[in-house]
C-alpha cells in the first residue's frame, strides 16, 4: 500500500487580503503551504506528495519550499477545484494505491489526524476527518431569526479525505463538478465515507483572523517545558551570620563554601542548569580557580538565567525549600523572595522560598548545616 498526499493549492485565496494568496504568506516564518507540505512529508505513512499548483505560481512554490528538504511533485491546477483535484489523482506516482486530499490553507494538520484517515481506509472506500456541530444553528431569512435548525447528526467537514485512487478517480470522472469537496463526488457515486474524529487546531486559514489562531496552535505545539532540580549542603563554620537567597541573615555561625556560600542561591543555579542538562555550578564556576573564592553567588545564578534566555527559555517558576533547625527562615522569607526575584528578572510571585526542620535528626537536625532543595521550571518559547 503506497498512500500519496494531494495537496490541492491552486486557488487565489481573496478573502483572506494580502498582495499574494494566503497558501504563500506568513505563517511564524514559514509559508502556509510550506507547513501544510512539511506536516506530510515528516509522516512515515505517507509515500508521495502531489501539490496542485496555480500555473502562476510556480516562482512563489519554489520560494516558498527553499529551504525545505521534502520532495514535493507539482502538477498545474484547473479551472475549479474538481479540475485540480483530478489533475492531482493523474499525477499520483505509480503504485498509489490511496490517497489523502488535503487543503493547502489547513497547516495545523496533525500526524494522528492523518494516521486515523489512513486507518479508517482499511475498512471504508472513503474516511474523511469531521467535528460534530455543537452550537445551536438557525436558518435565517432578511438578517433575522428566521427558525431553529437540528443539529443532530450535522458535522464540520474537514481534510484530508482519504480514498481509495480507483474508487475516488472513477468518481471525479463522472461526476458533473461543482462540488464542494471529495466526500461529495464521492457520495455522489455511492462510495461509503467512514467519518473520522477531527481536530478542532485543523483549522483552514480563510481570513486574516485565522493567521493569529494558527501561530498560537504553532506556540502551543511547540512549546518545552523543562523541569530542574537542584540540591546543596553547606557546613557552618565559625562567624556571625548566614547569606540565604542573597541576604545577610544574623545567627552565631557563618556558612563554610569556597564563595560566600549562599545554599539557597546555589541551589535555584543548580536547578537552572539542570533544566538546561547544563551541569552544576562546579563545571562552570570550578571552587579550584581561585577568582571565585568569596564570590558573590550571584554571579553564578545570573549566569544560570542568561543562559535560559540564550536558549529560548523563560523561568516559569522557583521553589526552594531550606532544611535547618536555626537561623529561623521565617521572617526573612519575604526579603529571600524579593532579592531572588529581582536577580532573576521574574516577578515575585513566581518565586517561591520556605523552611522546614528535619525535626533534630541528621546533620541539619544537629545544626552542623543547612541543606536546600529547588524545583524550576523553564518554558519556551
Known amino acids: 500500500m503506497t498512500v500519496t498526499a494531494i495537496i490541492v493549492a491552486a486557488g487565489r485565496g481573496t478573502r483572506v487580503g494580502g498582495d499574494k494568496p494566503k497558501q504563500y504568506q506568513d505563517l511564524a516564518g514559514r509559508a502556509v503551504l510550506a507547513r ?11 509515500g508521495a506528495i502531489v501539490a496542485v499548483l496555480h500555473p502562476e505560481d510556480g516562482a512563489l512554490f519554489e520560494l516558498a519550499l527553499a529551504d525545505s528538504p521534502a520532495e514535493v511533485a507539482t502538477v ?3 479551472a475549479s477545484r474538481d479540475a485540480s483535484v483530478m489533475a492531482g489523482l493523474h499525477a499520483a506516482p505509480e503504485g498509489t494505491t490511496r490517497v489523502l486530499i488535503h487543503d493547502g490553507a489547513r497547516p495545523m ?19 474523511a476527518p469531521a467535528l460534530p456541530v455543537t452550537d445551536a444553528l438557525w436558518r435565517g431569512r432578511d438578517g433575522k431569526v428566521a427558525a431553529p435548525h437540528p443539529r443532530e447528526g450535522l458535522f464540520r467537514a474537514q481534510t484530508p479525505q482519504g480514498f481509495h485512487l480507483r474508487a475516488i ?3 471525479h470522472q463522472a461526476h458533473p463538478g461543482g462540488a464542494a469537496d471529495d466526500v461529495e463526488v464521492a457520495l455522489a457515486a455511492g462510495l461509503d465515507v467512514a467519518i473520522v474524529e477531527g481536530d478542532e487546531d485543523n483549522l483552514k ?3 486574516k483572523v485565522d493567521f493569529a489562531r494558527a501561530e498560537r496552535v504553532l506556540r502551543e505545539r511547540n512549546m518545552d517545558i523543562r523541569t530542574g532540580n537542584g540540591f546543596d549542603v553547606h557546613a557552618f563554620c565559625e562567624g556571625d551570620g548566614v547569606i540565604l537567597c542573597g541576604i545577610k541573615v544574623p545567627h552565631d555561625k557563618a556558612l563554610k563554601g569556597h564563595s560566600d556560600a549562599d545554599v539557597g542561591m546555589h541551589t535555584v543555579t543548580d536547578a537552572i542548569y539542570g533544566a538546561l542538562a547544563e551541569g552544576d555550578i562546579g563545571q562552570h564556576f570550578p571552587p579550584s580557580d581561585p577568582q571565585w573564592k568569596g564570590a558573590a553567588s550571584e554571579i553564578f545564578l545570573k549566569h544560570a538565567v542568561a543562559l535560559a534566555a540564550e536558549r529560548g527559555f523563560r523561568i516559569a517558576n522557583v521553589d526552594l525549600t531550606l532544611i535547618c533547625e536555626r537561623p529561623k527562615i521565617g521572617p526573612v522569607a519575604g526579603a529571600m523572595r524579593a532579592e531572588m526575584a529581582r536577580l532573576m528578572g521574574m516577578d515575585e510571585a513566581r518565586v517561591s522560598v520556605k523552611a522546614t526542620t528535619s525535626e533534630r535528626l541528621g546533620f541539619t537536625g544537629r545544626e552542623e548545616g543547612i541543606a536546600a532543595l529547588a524545583t524550576v521550571t523553564l518554558v519556551a518559547p
Do not use: C, K, M, Q
Not at 496533525?110 to 472506500?125: F, G, T, Y
Open 169 to 171: 478517480l472513477a468518481a
Open 109 to 127: 494538520v496533525s500526524a494522528a489526524l492523518i494516521d486515523r484517515v489512513i486507518n479508517a481506509l482499511d475498512d471504508s472506500p472513503g474516511a
Open 205 to 207: 486559514i480563510t481570513h
Open 36 to 46: 501544510t507540505i512539511e506536516a506530510f512529508a515528516g509522516h512515515p505513512r505517507i
Open 76 to 78: 498545474p491546477g484547473g
